[in-house]
């Protein structure tokens, strides 16, 4: 059996947690913690290390999702998530474009490690026309048309699996080269 490594990684409270629990075929591996700071009034309890989760694709390959903290103080997990993964999800949350140029600094740092390929999974999008607020994305994360931005309701397992598949075909694409 192979095995593939997927991080899953974002700022704070964009629903990485959320999106590997409802995808996962285990009871994921979580550390969150009760939050003491400010960004309590956000939510209640963050990652503090990672999560992790585990799908079975078919009899020969199975996924790990590995889930980074979103906080900055937490930051260096993800050197260490990252290492050996195939691809990744970067999870933003639309209704929040104030968290668009910590995604950006989360794809720079990670485009140091790696030239995996990655999509971004766009959470909570406002009723309507997503392609503006794709727009929006993209222009303040300063991707070109090539990187996938999907909508995605993270407690959604369809939605979750349309990311999922998103990411795999790219890194196919990648094989192809």
Do not use: H
């Not at 990684?9 to 700071?37: H, L, M, N, Q, Y």
């Not at 979103?70 to 999870?91: T, V």
């Not at 931005?149 to 999922?164: F, G, M, Q, S, W």
């Amino acid at each position: 059996m192979r095995s593939f490594k997927i991080v899953v990684t974002g700022p704070f409270s964009a629903g990485k947690t959320t999106f590997i629990k409802s995808i996962s075929e285990i009871s994921i591996v979580s550390t969150e913690r009760a939050i003491s700071d400010s960004t309590r009034r956000v939510k209640a309890e963050t990652t503090v290390a990672m999560d992790f989760g585990r799908i079975t694709i078919s009899k020969d390959i199975v996924l790990y999702l590995f889930g980074t903290p979103g906080q900055e103080r937490f930051d260096f997990m993800w050197q260490i998530l990252s290492e050996g993964m195939l691809g990744y999800i970067l999870m933003l949350d639309a209704s929040r474009p104030e968290t668009f140029a910590e995604g950006r600094r989360i794809l720079e740092f990670f485009a140091t490690l790696s030239d995996a390929p990655y999509v971004i999974g766009a959470t909570r999008m406002p009723d309507g026309d997503p392609s503006q607020v794709i727009d929006t994305i993209r222009k303040e994360l300063n991707i070109d048309g090539d990187i996938q931005i999907i909508p995605c309701n993270a407690l959604e397992k369809e939605d979750v699996k349309k990311v999922l598949l998103g990411l795999l075909y790219d890194i196919l694409k990648t094989l192809d080269k």
